[in-house]
């Protein structure tokens, strides 16, 4: 069984307890505006193309088919839609000017490499976190390697957005030992102007996790202007009393600019074009949960 | 304030004063001080003839009686080195051609300079001609074979300090001093007076110590009227009280043991200094200063003659002025040491020789007192293994985490087998500490010198490997790979490439040994040192000098640089020349001698630099590095010092990888390599990855690491990390960083530092050094102030992988 990742992250310290090995799947069905990892929403290989280290050598531009790619003042221009041998460009280059996202492995090469970590993770109370994209996109993959990171003793999270068909979700999660659930807005409007999708599959997922009572952290985003109103966030919170015991945790998340260079990069229009909000902006929700009984933590 | 842990219930520490201290120790300037090498010039021309050690001996006292002494402003710690703060005072007696060639240069140097007088210039200028063809450096120099000299032109070899200054590296026995005081050494050696058995060597050196304690109690009762003086002029209360108790204390301290904590940190303090009078030798260190000082704080504390805060303000103190002490070393050397570094190691923490944990009320302390001194000197290190408390590993993370990259830590699991593969017992190992950078020693015990003999450029071996032993820079050979001349040799597998290798560097190693030996017999003479021998197990009993065989054991190493880069490149030939077959051997090596030049030399460098690099936990390139270390290691056995037969266990050699800076002055003697790294660029530090290379983040680093075999390495194996200061930000982030120290435990893991600096604030730095008088940043086993560096060592840790995720 073969998955698409883009990055197998080690020393992650923000994705659940202790010292984390954090597995970067490809492809998600959600949009967010603001999202920090274009790279891994639409499925398939891509090429971020890094203009400090070309040297303009020209070589590229000779590959590329059609003309697709142009040197300029500004380094590469490359016109993606038309590109049709972007992997023949990229590998061209020998100034890794090209840097390719995404590669295939398999589940059992995947939990070798993860156990690597495996004291490093018993010392700090850590494991591995199946992060995105959207992770339960590759159920079969994600369960398998779980499975067996299972029979080696290590611990195991599943970062998710949660939309995916209730009974998937089910057997997924039996395999997994921590849920890190977003949830990204209440109102079902502005769940779907924020993040192209209707929210309501999310919600009953969430509810049904809890029920089945597997320890979750719940990880919501504040975004200034796009979904914070405090209401909004006022009902997210209520909606996490009702959960019950199985949360854990809750984060609120900062919203950041880290992966604006990313959109750059890609080719691709950034969305949100924003200031990164102060800490006593982010104070205010943060003593809004307080007053709900949680103590939340500040992430971002 | 701003503490670890610490909670001040008390006054009794003045923090404001400690303040002030730190300030204007932090911007103190460099200097260099004519007395000392005036007043020994003196005294050699009066004794000639009369036995060396009794001549450096009769020279260290009048020093001492001689030489301007001042108590330091409003600190509790006195005893000064030289005429005035941070000024270095001059050894001519090791080497003087430099310090006069360099006379106009000192101060306009780009990093380690120093002011000096046109007063200062001349009278050392003066005292030129007395010692044409007298000193160390001169003796060297006659006996060096013109083969070894060769090698240093081809960029192999580097004599280092060994060939023109003191010895040092040594941790004397502070509990010995502190039990009997300068006074009892001097009573054992007229003791030992009194028989009539003894030979020459052993009566001269007895005279010697009577004469070095006489000097260093002459020395104290000097201050003793000093502050008199002073508080009869102290119009503060408080300040005039403790110039008083200085003054009454110096009348007959030291005549025997330390009668209370405040003289016993006093003494550890002036006993340190004292020998770096005698000498300029370096790595004179404190070893576990937490546990030979607890016994005097816990009766202080008992008897209710002293609080905590008291305790911390007199550490504090004694850190501080730690820094007051200099040394000026050649310019070429500088570039191996940037940083004015003493290398003054102290170690707290760690097992005891008993076998339980030895952690106590001095181990905090000590830490308080580094977030209190913020200096470069000590160097701290602290000990832990399984039963470390928590809390006091956590401290140290605290202090890590403000990024002046102390402490260092070391594992007792890892050290103590290491130290346990030369001719020790268990509970002797278990007593290790730390001196200079990071090679380890028995405190009291060990003679000179368990590091830093010649230091040998893997890199450049590596080089001439592909080169058939021809430095294509001086076009020098000494040794041809395949029988005959010239640069001409083609390895048909990786087994001839690897046994090439093994050869070259047998080769080397042999050089590298006759040069310490040539050194090492120079300075048994040249460096004689009553004072610091006594202080050392063995040497009182034997009436011998350290060099000659007075310490207990002895063992010594030299210093390998680049064994990351010699693996790395390694595995790129075996890669893709041998296994993958992409490229030809004559290729590759095209391309290297253009330094990658043009589009080929791109693509080839590409492929180099996309082979398995070491740090990443890739078995393929980390037993190759391995397989380097074996290949040095084993040809250890085969060596043996000058002191053989003369007394002390082992005279052997062992490994370390603590190679200060000289990892950035050697990679600019060494042509490009098939890691992909380009010619003149650094090596890697110590055994850390090559800079840059470690791209899995530091878990992997620490698996690499594991591979290789730490616990054989006992002279010190140096991994330095730099982590992007968000990673420690938090209570829940130093859990996760002080649980990774922890780790290392399990990864066998000798030695392991940090530096916690952004590099946007080391670049800011870099442009803008007035506005970062007090950044200071772990170098190689040391830490130093970023400014005192020089812009290539700078840019080397601007580039050390940034752990940031
Ligand atoms: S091949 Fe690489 S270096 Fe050359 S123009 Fe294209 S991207 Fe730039
Ligand atoms: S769910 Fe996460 S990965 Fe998917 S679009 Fe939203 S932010 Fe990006």
Not at chain 1, 25 to 47: R, V
Not at chain 1, 65 to 79: F, H, M, Q, R, Y
Not at chain 2, 293 to 314: F, S
Request: charged fraction near 25%.
């Amino acid at each position: 069984m073969e998955g698409l990742i883009s990055k197998i992250q080690r020393y992650s310290t923000k994705d659940g307890p202790g010292l984390r090995t954090t597995v970067f799947l490809i492809g998600c069905n959600l949009s967010c505006l603001w999202c920090a990892n274009p790279e891994l929403i639409a499925p398939g290989e891509k090429y971020l193309y890094y203009r400090e280290r070309c040297v303009g050598c020209g070589k590229c531009v000779s590959v590329a088919a059609d003309n697709s790619i142009t040197l300029t003042e500004k380094g590469c221009v490359i016109d993606r839609s038309r590109c049709s041998n972007l992997k023949e460009c990229a590998s061209s280059c020998y100034y890794d000017a090209y840097e390719k996202v995404g590669y295939a492995m398999t589940a059992s090469d995947l939990c070798e490499k993860l156990k690597r970590d495996k004291d490093f993770y018993d010392q700090s109370g850590g494991g591995v976190t199946f992060s995105g994209g959207e992770p339960a996109l590759q159920p079969e993959f994600v369960m398998e390697t779980a499975k067996l990171l299972r029979r080696e003793g290590i611990h195991t999270a599943l970062e998710t957005a949660g939309l995916i068909k209730k009974d998937r979700m089910r057997e997924l999660i039996q395999q997994i030992d921590l849920v890190l659930y977003d949830i990204k807005a209440m109102d079902s409007k502005m769940h779907l102007a924020c993040t192209g999708v209707d929210n309501r599959v999310i919600l009953d997922n969430a509810m049904m996790t809890a029920e089945m009572n597997i320890p979750m952290i719940i990880r919501l985003i504040v975004v200034p202007g796009y979904n914070d109103d405090k209401n909004d966030f006022y009902n997210r919170l209520q909606f996490i009393k009702r959960m019950g015991k199985a949360v854990k945790q809750i984060d609120i998340l900062k919203y950041h600019r880290l992966g604006e260079g990313k959109y750059l990069r890609l080719g691709l229009e950034n969305r949100v074009s924003i200031e990164e909000p102060s800490n006593e902006y982010i104070s205010e929700y943060v003593q809004m949960a307080r007053e709900m009984g949680f103590e939340p933590t500040i992430g971002g | 304030m701003d503490f670890l842990s610490f909670i001040p219930k008390t006054k009794d520490c003045d923090f404001d004063r400690i303040k002030r201290a730190q300030e204007s120790m932090a911007n103190r300037r460099a200097t260099i001080c004519p007395e000392r090498a005036e007043i020994i010039t003196e005294v050699y021309k009066r004794t000639e003839g009369e036995p060396q050690i009794i001549r450096k001996a009769k020279a260290f006292a009048e020093i001492l009686e001689r030489m301007t002494i001042y108590l330091e402003d409003d600190m509790l710690i006195f005893g000064n080195q030289a005429s005035a703060n941070f000024a270095a005072p001059v050894f001519p007696e090791y080497s003087f051609d430099w310090v006069i060639e360099e006379l106009d240069a000192f101060a306009s140097r780009t990093g380690d300079s120093f002011d000096i007088s046109e007063d200062t210039k001349a009278r050392l200028r003066k005292l030129e001609k007395y010692w044409i063809g007298k000193t160390h450096k001169d003796e060297v120099n006659r006996n060096l074979p013109k083969v070894n000299l060769l090698a240093e032109k081809q960029g192999v070899l580097h004599k280092g300090g060994i060939s023109m200054s003191g010895d040092g590296h040594i941790i004397p026995n502070h509990e010995f001093v502190l039990e009997v005081g300068y006074g009892g050494v001097k009573k054992i050696a007229l003791e030992k007076l009194k028989s009539n058995e003894l030979d020459e060597e052993q009566r001269s050196f007895y005279q010697a110590v009577v004469i070095a304690m006489d000097g260093a109690l002459t020395y104290i009762k000097r201050f003793s009227s000093l502050a008199a003086k002073l508080a009869n002029e102290e119009r503060d209360d408080k300040r005039r009280k403790e110039l008083e108790q200085i003054s009454e204390m110096c009348r007959d301290y030291m005549e025997g043991g330390a009668r209370n904590f405040y003289e016993a940190v006093e003494t550890v303090y002036l006993t340190h200094l004292l020998m770096m009078i005698e000498s300029n030798g370096h790595s004179f260190s404190f070893g576990r200063f937490d546990q030979y000082i607890y016994p005097y704080y816990r009766r202080d504390l008992e008897e209710g003659r002293l609080t905590k805060e008291k305790a911390l303000e007199i550490i504090t103190h004694f850190f501080i002025m730690t820094n007051s002490i200099n040394k000026v070393r050649p310019w070429d050397h500088t570039q191996y040491s940037c940083g004015y570094p003493l290398y003054s190691n102290l170690m707290v923490g760690g097992m005891k020789s008993d076998g339980t944990d030895g952690t106590n009320d001095i181990s905090y302390l000590c830490l308080e007192a580094m977030n209190l001194s913020r200096l470069p000197e000590p160097n701290l290190s602290v000990r832990f293994w399984e039963q470390t408390p928590h809390s006091l590993l956590l401290d140290s993370a605290r202090l890590i985490r403000k990024g002046f990259g102390m402490p260092s830590v070391f594992c007792d699991e890892v050290v103590i087998p290491a130290m346990m593969t030369l001719d020790l017992d268990l509970e002797t190992a278990r007593d290790y500490a730390s001196m200079g950078c990071v090679e380890t020693a028995i405190p009291g015990k060990w003679g000179h010198r368990a590091t830093g003999m010649t230091y040998i450029n893997f890199g450049k071996v590596f080089e001439l490997v592909l080169n058939n032993g021809v430095d294509p820079a001086s076009g020098i050979q000494l040794i041809r790979l395949n029988g005959k001349e010239g640069r001409e040799v083609s390895y048909h597998t990786y087994e001839e490439l690897w046994s090439a290798w093994k050869r070259a560097l047998k080769y080397y190693f042999d050089l590298a040994v006759q040069c310490d030996l040539v050194c090492d017999r120079s300075l048994k003479f040249h460096d004689a040192d009553p004072f610091a021998s006594s202080l050392i197990d063995c040497s009182l009993e034997r009436g011998k000098t350290l060099k000659n065989g007075g310490a207990k054991y002895d063992y010594v190493s030299q210093s390998n640089i680049g064994p990351s880069t010699v693996g790395d490149s390694l595995a790129a030939v075996k890669k893709l020349v041998f296994d993958e077959k992409v490229l030809t051997m004559d290729e590759l090596k095209k391309a290297l001698d253009s330094n990658f030049e043009g589009e080929e030399g791109a693509r080839i460098r590409q492929l180099c630099r996309k082979a398995p690099k070491f740090g990443n936990d890739d078995d393929y390139v980390d037993h190759i590095v391995a397989d380097v270390y074996e290949s040095y290691l084993e040809l250890l056995p085969g060596y043996r010092t000058d002191r053989a037969g003369r007394g002390p266990i082992g005279c052997g050699y062992t490994m370390s990888t603590s190679n200060i800076t000289s990892y950035v002055p050697n990679g600019f003697d060494v042509g490009a390599t098939p890691d992909g790294r380009l010619a003149g660029k650094p090596l890697n530090e110590g055994a850390s990855p090559c800079l840059g290379a470690d791209r899995e983040g530091p878990t992997a680093v620490m698996n690499s690491m594991s591979k290789l075999p730490n616990d054989k390495i006992a002279g010190g194996q140096l991994l330095n990390m730099r982590f992007y200061p968000g990673a420690l930000e938090g209570d829940d982030n130093l859990e996760k960083f002080t649980s990774f120290i922890k780790t290392g435990r399990l990864k066998k893991i000798f030695h392991n530092q940090f530096n916690i600096v952004d590099s946007k604030v080391l670049k800011a730095a870099k442009e803008n050094p007035e506005e970062y008088p007090d950044l200071m940043v772990r170098v190689a086993g040391y830490c130093a102030l970023f400014n005192t560096l020089m812009p290539e060592a700078q840019d080397a840790i601007i580039e050390r992988t940034e752990h940031s995720w």
